[in-house]
């Protein structure tokens, strides 16, 4: 038994605005506009973003950036041509560069002055960032995640997040995809290991609202 621990149990109780946060994961022009269903996607998170908002819950943003090519080292340089499509070293370009147009976070999730971007080179959004330092100092154990794309890094950054002691929420509806299939191998993957909270944009706003009815937000 542990002592002086409660175990939240339910979507609820794991949504309680003050120890939860939201992080809106690579919601860039460059990667929400090779999706199909960007738009929709797009307009769900936005919706909890909204509604997070509302409930004085904390949010946090990533961006995916890319080094110059002449900066990158074996491993870099692999990924770089696999994801790229070329045998070629040559013919890599950096794709992210933190000041370009396809690096800026689409205008319908643009951060407010008291929300906090962080710029990233790994799929982990804790791998090389202040994320983690920044939820541990505000005393928050449950992340709901949201963004783009679920199979390429937001799996990760939810294993990264269970790893790291944290309560992972996953709404999967305003979780974007390149590929359906590989998606559907990650959420299955996520239910099969257990500790994610896997649910949708109206069961994860539904449940923000019981704690303002509450007066809990």
């Not at 979507?11 to 999706?35: K, T």
């Not at 692999?78 to 070293?89: I, N, P």
């Amino acid at each position: 038994m542990a002592v002086g621990r409660t175990v939240p149990r339910s979507l609820e109780e794991i949504v309680d605005p003050a120890r939860l946060a939201l992080l809106v994961y690579d919601m860039q022009v460059g990667v929400v506009s090779q999706l199909v269903d960007g738009p929709a996607v797009t307009a769900r998170v936005s919706e909890v973003l909204a509604a997070a908002r509302a409930a004085g819950v904390r949010v946090f943003f990533t961006r995916h950036t890319t080094l110059p090519v002449r900066l990158l080292g074996g491993g870099g340089l692999r990924t770089a041509m696999s994801w790229q499509r070329t045998e070629e070293v040559d013919a890599l370009v950096s794709t992210f560069p933190p000041e370009a147009e396809p690096t800026r976070l689409v205008p319908e999730v643009a951060p407010r002055a008291d929300e906090a971007v962080f710029d990233k080179l790994a799929m982990s959004a804790f791998v090389g960032t202040p994320l983690d330092f920044a939820l541990r100092d505000a005393g928050i154990e449950g992340l709901a995640v949201v963004g783009v794309a679920l199979e390429v890094g937001i799996d990760p950054t939810v294993r990264h997040a269970l790893d790291l002691g944290y309560l992972p929420v996953l709404v999967t509806d305003a979780c974007g995809r390149g590929n359906a299939a590989a998606a559907e191998r990650s959420v299955a993957q996520l239910t099969w290991f257990g500790g994610t909270v896997l649910t949708d944009t109206a069961g994860f706003t539904a449940a923000l609202a019981k704690h303002a009815t509450d007066g809990k937000g």
